[in-house]
């Protein structure tokens, strides 16, 4: 099993470009989860999916959308860039509804808008 | 609400002294609580989770971390520290209701050799 991809590793982007961030997993997990870190606070959830064609907001997710047509895929989307969203975004998946199943993390995509 | 605070966003410690990484939460209902480690330019990574029973739970890499219910803590610990455990630890905390998990700020961990 590969667990948790995400591509790309970094990425520039000028203020007003949009671009995608790809995250799969194989590991048919159900439950899958956007969140970005900032240097002293912590994770915070950008948006969250439950199952194919279900989507929910967290925290954050102004300037963000998201899909998910399948079970393994879940890009997260960023359609104007601003220098607010420069961060790290880590994508997780759960196994399933069940509070004590742990998350898995991809290695991280770093995204700087300037 | 449900939250997590780590207090501490240092802590050092010396090489083969015992470790502790402080984490306190609020929760509706049941906590389901859980600790990560992040090593630099990569993901987390799960080390251990209290879900009920036992409250000294035990995880990877010798990590233990200790439920105590009447002072909403989960403090992880490891009775000898190694370089390699140098990282930053995050402490999370899931309801039984709800399908969120709520982490903690992180807590930078240095052993000194």
């Known amino acids: 099993n590969a667990g948790v991809t995400q591509t790309p590793k970094f990425r520039i982007l000028k203020i007003g470009q949009s671009m995608t961030l790809q995250c799969a997993q194989d590991?048919?997990?159900?439950?899958m989860y956007w969140y970005r870190q900032d240097p002293g606070m912590g994770l915070k959830l950008i948006y969250y999916?439950?199952?194919?064609?279900?989507?929910d907001k967290g925290e954050v997710p102004n300037g963000y959308n998201v899909s998910r047509s399948t079970t393994e895929d879940f890009p997260l989307r960023l359609e104007l860039a601003a220098p607010s969203q420069t961060s790290v975004y880590f994508c997780?998946?759960?196994?399933?509804?069940?509070?004590?199943?742990?998350?898995?993390f991809g290695p991280g995509t770093r995204l700087t808008v300037l | 609400a449900q939250s997590v605070a780590q207090p501490e966003d240092q802590v050092n410690v010396a090489e083969g002294n015992p470790l502790t990484v402080k984490c306190t939460y609020s929760?509706?209902?049941?906590?389901?609580l859980f600790w990560y480690v992040q090593y630099p330019n990569r993901g987390l990574q799960f080390l251990l989770k209290?879900?009920?029973?036992?409250?000294l739970v035990k995880g990877s890499y010798g990590f233990e971390a200790e439920f105590n219910k009447s002072q909403t803590s989960f403090h992880l610990k490891k009775p000898s520290a190694l370089v390699s455990d140098s990282a930053l630890y995050f402490c999370?905390?899931?309801?039984?209701?709800?399908?969120?998990?709520?982490f903690g700020t992180g807590t930078s961990l240095t052993v000194i050799p």
């Open positions: 997780a998946s759960s196994y399933s509804r069940d509070s004590y199943n742990e998350q898995f």
């Open positions: 590991m048919n997990h159900n439950y």
């Open positions: 999916s439950v199952g194919a064609g279900i989507t």
């Open positions: 929760v509706s209902g049941n906590p389901y």
């Open positions: 209290y879900i009920t029973g036992d409250n």
């Open positions: 999370a905390v899931r309801g039984d209701t709800g399908n969120q998990f709520y």
